[in-house]
Nanobody, 126 residues
Framework: QVQLVESGGGLVQPGGSLRLSCAAS????????IGWFRQAPGKEREGVSC????????YYTDSVKGRFTISRDNAKNTAYLQMNNLEPEDTAVYYC????WGNGCRSLRSSDYYSWGQGTQVTVSS
């Protein structure tokens, strides 16, 4: 049974940091690219970042470049999203997902990913 479990969310002040984790099981983690997405109330799910299966390539949506860093530890079947200098606009439920297309990051469109986790809430507020 494929599972992706996100954790690490919480309430943080603007300018603060959080590190999200995505623990995977039920599939061969080290052959799939992993993406992070977020969805704010009333908005569509947005692709945030993707990392290829071997850590060789990373991609970010423009609004998080320079602030977020994606990584993965294939030995632990876990992906991470380090979020620094958080802004109120980053408030959303964050999800991780596996790429439909194997080891590369083809896009940050949610339709190119499957096996979604339950999400973890990130709230940035003073």
């Amino acid at each position: 049974q494929v599972q992706l479990v996100e954790s690490g969310g919480g309430l943080v002040q603007p300018g603060g940091s959080l590190r999200l984790s995505c623990a995977a099981s039920g599939f061969t983690f080290d052959i799939d690219a992993i993406g992070w997405f977020r969805q704010a109330p009333g908005k569509e799910r947005e692709g945030v970042s993707c990392i290829s299966s071997n850590n060789g390539n990373t991609y970010y949506t423009d609004s998080v470049k320079g602030r977020f860093t994606i990584s993965r530890d294939n030995a632990k079947n876990t992906a991470y999203l380090q979020m620094n200098n958080l802004e109120p606009e980053d408030t959303a439920v964050y999800y991780c997902s596996r790429s439909r297309w194997g080891n590369g990051c083809r896009s940050l469109r949610s339709s190119d990913y499957y096996s979604w986790g339950q999400g973890t809430q990130v709230t940035v507020s003073s």
